[in-house]
């Protein structure tokens, strides 16, 4: 069916809303990437088998509705039942039967599989009443979880398309520009700019051609919004690209997928197809003077790619090496045309301040930092998973009051936001609102919303080690600083790793790290040494810790560190004695062990198997 | 090695014949026969019309790309910010260590490859190990043996 006036944009969501109202209840399964590797397509299964033999009233097997991420990775397989809003947890195959018979069949609520808040011991039935969602404002992610993403009319029935008919029938170009300047909105991929400012430059230019990428290349390590967004709510995606397509002038637009996200590439594709069978791309959109088109392009593999100038050399084929921007890709971008590159979270917040207006968009968050943000809130927190807060909500907020604080009840010591081009914060700084501006001045970054939260067995000289070694590998290597300064500071965190460094390292290395920031082409290497600095500038103990005391507080580096049975706990059980692959470990039989340190080779399999917590890392 | 290449026509003939098309193209021979054959590298070359070793230094800036041939299972191990903080490094040691190679290698009887992946979006069941294209969440050093038994 070919969508050609406004007007039938709203009958077809009458008209689903209808159909799918025959159904009294329907069953939500969270089939975002966590759930799924959880099992979730196993309960999907389990519901259809279930359905196949025994008939319910009012419910059919098309009423079992596969969604994107809900969020709540960290107690999945989720299933909720609507409109009850009832949210099972951690729900195996073979619940799948009494959720019909009890959920469905009758308004039972099955207590065993609700949520239990763990500062209570509570059992709590709704989203809205679990603090890890109490804290949030969904705004980007305001159809991930809710929508079938695979099909147009679940999002079109949700209000989808509609800011594209009001710009495309009652806004100028013009118009759409100065809504998103007057909303402040700023890119969603962590630099923070004015999305208006871009999108009006590009329009200035002089040109026949405009192009419009979505950036959906999301390469920070420990990051996932942006794949949950393109995997669960494709179409808002898409709208936004048209609004900006709409707005610059533009008829071809690309979405630029990291490679890691198969999942993700697949919804676009149905996306897209079916927006070109609804008539929502393609020549006269919605039966107006608009042409527009998307294609996808799929990332190969690079970090570097997340940069604007190499990013649009990937996409016309080439190796991804940025260039010197003296003259910034919306300007001279996509084949030396203008181009908005915008990140996928930014574009979805397009529509909703559309259809809502500028004004409200800039209630949400403080000042200069409007909206919300998204992040995928991991580490050792207790609830991982997928998050959206108002701008200038607390670090503390987010890790306590929504992530539910540290995981075994031990102590916070940093959290790292904005991934390799980001810092570590420590616990002094918990009451920094997170925004643009603060994360900045803290020697952190916003980044695209990775947020990885570190407790005491975590070491801060590896976690530099750790990104730096990331970054040579990913360091295109087209300038010096970059990949010769690089490497050496990873060479000298490897020194100190292994307890071989120096007073003076630290000192060369933090000359090196300013002067990489100040000489290198592109954002990979001028922020690059920003997680080696900000460990630097808070956690300075722990270097002098490796390099005066030769040990590792954190007991990671291996080569500071001795496991030793603590023979109180041992019960001599042996099972450590069969994991050791090196022999290492002997004893009698319900005797406490003794690990031979001169044989151990510190691969952490014993610890991994003990039950009773009797094996030490010192 | 020699391959059959007898589906590279076909590969050629999805793309348009240019060069803004030679990762498309890549990527498609890759996911094929899950490496870039060199004889695939050349016909690829002569149809997009790109030089030879253009052709190379794209396949070899790309992560996604590899000149060697692939065991039968691919075991990609989580080495993302996540999955490093919650012991991912011991993993990757422990499978390199059972399988007895390294990352990056592949096993003599060819049946099993071992990639590092810099995080795959599934952070919030870190550590994690796929197999085969199937995940596998909070993977640990005692239970990861099971993974990878041929």
Known sequence: MKILKTKQLEQLAEEYRKTAGRHKKTVTVCCGTGCLAKGAQKIVEAFEEYLDRCKVRDFTVEAVKKTGCHGFCEQGPLVVIEPQGTVYTRVKPKDAESIIEQSIGHDAVIERLLYTNPADGRKIEKYADIPFYAHQRRIALRNVGKIAPDDIREYIAAGGYQALAKVLTKMTPDQVIEEISKSELRGRGGGGFLTGKKWRTCRNVDSDVRYVICNGDEGDPGAFMDCSIMEGDPHAVLEGMMICAFAVGASEGYIYVREEYPLAVIRLKKAIADCEEYGLLGKSILGADFAFSIRIARGAGAFVCGESSALMRSVAGEMGEPRAKYIHSVVKGLYDHPTVLNNVETFVNVPVIINNGAEWFTKIGVAKNSGTKAFSLVGKVRNTGLIEVAMGTTLREIIYDIGGGIIDGRSFKGVQTGGPSGGCLPAALLDLPVDFDSLTEAGSMMGSGGMIVMDDKTCMVDVARYFLNFLVSESCGKCVPCREGLYQLHKMTVKICEGRGTEEDLIKMEKLANQIVAGSLCGLGKSGSKPLLSTLKYYRDEYLAHIRDRKCPAGVCKNLITYRVNPDLCTGCMVCVKACAYQAIAGRKKEPQVIKEDVCRKCGACVAVCKFNAIDVL | ?150
């Open chain 2, 1 to 150: 090695m020699t391959h059959k290449l007898d589906r590279l026509p076909e590969i050629l003939a999805r793309h348009p014949q240019e060069p803004s098309s030679l990762i498309m193209v890549l990527q498609d021979i890759q996911q094929e026969y899950h490496y870039l054959p060199c004889e695939a590298l050349q016909e690829t070359a002569r149809v997009l019309g790109v030089k030879l070793a253009k052709v190379f230094s794209v396949a070899t800036f790309y992560n996604a790309f590899g000149l060697n041939p692939k065991g039968e299972k691919v075991v990609r191990v989580c080495v993302g910010t996540a999955c490093h903080i919650r012991g991912g490094a011991l993993i990757k040691d422990q499978i390199e260590r059972q399988l007895g190679i390294q990352a990056g290698q592949t096993t003599k009887d060819g049946k099993f490859s071992i990639e590092v992946v810099a995080c795959v979006g599934a952070c919030a069941m870190a550590p994690v190990v796929i197999v085969d294209g199937k995940y596998h969440g909070e993977v640990s050093v005692g239970n990861v043996t099971r993974l990878v038994k041929g």
